[in-house]
């Protein structure tokens, strides 16, 4: 495996050193295309070049709003090895959110794809972006017109793939550059802009890669986003150190997930605890062990009897671990943690540190439930803050640690259970969800006073989105109509699942809202919320 220092760990220098050392090694593999090592370095180093002619430099911010494909793997890379800002953007934003993440994060730049466009179009008309780069995979050095407002037009990406230079000209980033803006879950305001370095994103993937012993001769498949970092750093990156092969799907699907892991012959895969629930759903098959698969890693992690159950159904080791967007992963259960130890999430890895606090940032007894704070010993393996939110960095950090807004516990041995969210946030089908972004637009529906959202238990292990609207005095509202004025403005993972109408909400003498009474609620009486699945929405 590669070994590098930190202050050697930049995107271009990893793909560049690992491009000697395996040539025609294939490094991706999707939808019957394949890629050596040698022929991503040329295409980095191609876009790369195109990137620079089109004006864009070091530290520049381009928004990325694309789905999974090879040529967003090479827009990554190729912003990196300039030494650009990429801003992966969800491709379910819209509207007033999508306008937001380019807006907050001053992105001079958009990439996106083509059926994408209009709506990135409209979220930007009052933006002045310097470049508009559409994406279009139907398309051969094209050159597309669309006005995209201010008098500019949009390119081709395909037009960008330019003969490399001779050599790289402009500043080379360093380790401590800004590689990636990854938002994340606002909890009582808008998402925040993590601003991840170079030798964050590049040691995330490095530790994946020892720690779950990864190699040249595996096989990594991911049907996640790769404008998540899972996927990026669980997966390419861990797979750039090893030396390894990405096996890259557009998207989960249940009924494809095995037979793909076939086709490529993928020797690990890491999933979300929602999937690996729905795989165990399917219907049993002669198939289900039928398969080179030896590890999978599943985050959050499985009750010990689902582990066990995934475990021996289809003949693969389960893994899992703690992380964030903003710290990568301090705590790890490798292959061989004793299953009596339940659903762990595993013990922390150096160079880490990880406490279990009360209120006031005292260190609780083995045992005892309280947040999460970590540290590390090291410079440079963790976020830099929340891009131009110096207060909410501040509030994260308190007493020399980081506030992970997580709460658990540790047992005697330092293995670490997590058992909720203190942060005001949803977790769906691995999306999380600012339940104050999910509030801010229902708020604008013309009957609606106030509203408060809160996660509802889901039967597959994650959350559901559950509001609970107060009306204006005279004002009707159907819950259909609600949902449909939803849907119109919100990623279709936002909307929510269930609603009830109340007529007012608890709140505290301050007017503070009581979230953890409106839980209550649905938990005493469920029967009473109306569920969209239900009614076949």
Not at 157 to 171: A, N, R, W
Not at 398 to 427: I, L, M, P
Not at 429 to 445: K, W
């Amino acid at each position: 495996m590669l070994q590098l220092p930190v202050v050697e760990r930049t995107l271009g220098l990893v793909l560049r050193e690992q491009a000697k050392k395996y040539p025609k090694k294939k490094l991706l593999v999707f939808e019957g295309q394949s890629f050596s090592y040698k022929e991503a370095e040329a295409l980095t180093a191609s876009l790369a070049t195109g990137f620079r002619r089109a004006g864009i430099c070091k530290g520049d911010r381009v928004a990325i709003q694309m789905a999974n494909c090879p040529e967003m793997v090479w827009v990554l890379f190729a912003l990196g090895w300039i030494g650009a800002i990429a801003i992966p953007i969800n491709t379910a934003a819209k509207a007033d959110l999508l306008k937001y993440y380019i807006e907050q994060s001053r992105a001079s730049c958009v990439v996106v794809d083509r059926n994408l466009a209009l709506v990135m179009q409209e979220a930007t008309a009052s933006l002045d972006l310097r470049n508009f780069i559409i994406h279009d995979e139907s398309i051969e050095d094209s050159a597309i017109t669309i006005d995209v407002g201010g008098g500019h037009s949009a390119t081709s990406l395909d037009s960008l793939f330019d003969p490399p230079e001779s050599s790289d000209s402009g500043d080379e980033p360093k380790f401590s550059d800004l590689q990636l803006i990854m938002y994340t879950s606002g909890t009582t305001g808008r998402s925040k802009g993590v601003m991840c370095t170079h030798a964050q994103e590049l040691t995330g993937g490095l530790f994946m890669a020892e720690q779950m012993g990864y190699n040249e001769d595996d096989v990594l498949y991911t049907c996640l986003p790769l404008f998540h970092v899972n996927a990026l750093r669980v997966t390419i990156y861990a797979a750039l150190w090893a030396g390894a092969t990405v096996a890259m799907s557009r998207r989960f699907s249940a009924s494809r997930f095995w037979a793909e892991i076939r086709a490529y012959g993928a020797t690990q895969f890491n999933a979300l605890g929602a999937i690996a629930n729905i795989i165990l759903r399917q219907p049993p098959s002669d198939m289900d062990r039928n398969h080179k698969v030896r590890l999978c890693n599943i985050v959050p992690a499985l009750p010990a009897t689902v582990a066990t159950e995934f475990e021996q159904r289809f003949n693969v080791a389960v893994t899992s671990m703690y992380g964030s967007t903003e710290f990568c992963c301090p705590v790890f259960a490798p292959p061989g943690t004793p299953r009596e130890k339940g659903a762990t999430c595993g013990r922390v890895v150096e160079p880490f540190e990880m406490r279990v606090v009360d209120e006031n940032d005292f260190e609780v007894p083995v045992g005892q439930v309280g947040e999460w704070v970590i540290r590390a010993r090291e410079p440079w393996f963790v976020f830099q803050g929340y891009f131009e939110m110096e207060r909410e960095t501040q509030a994260v950090w308190r007493n020399g640690w980081f506030h992970s807004g997580d709460r658990g516990y540790r047992d005697e041995e330092g293995f670490f259970y997590f058992v909720d969210r203190a942060k005001d946030c949803v977790r769906r089908r691995g999306e999380n969800i600012s339940s104050f972004e999910v509030e801010m637009l229902i708020n604008e529906h013309p009957a609606v006073l106030e509203v408060a959202v809160v996660p509802m238990a889901s039967e597959l292990s994650e959350d559901e989105v559950l509001a609970f609207v107060v009306l204006r005095e005279g004002m009707i509202c159907e819950y259909r109509e609600l949902i449909e004025f939803c849907r119109e403005r919100m990623a279709d993972f936002m909307v929510p699942r269930y609603l009830r109408i109340l007529d007012q909400l608890p709140k505290t003498p301050s007017e503070k809202i009581e979230k953890y009474k409106l839980r209550q609620i649905a938990e005493n009486d469920p029967n009473r919320l109306w569920d969209r699945a239900r009614e076949d929405m």
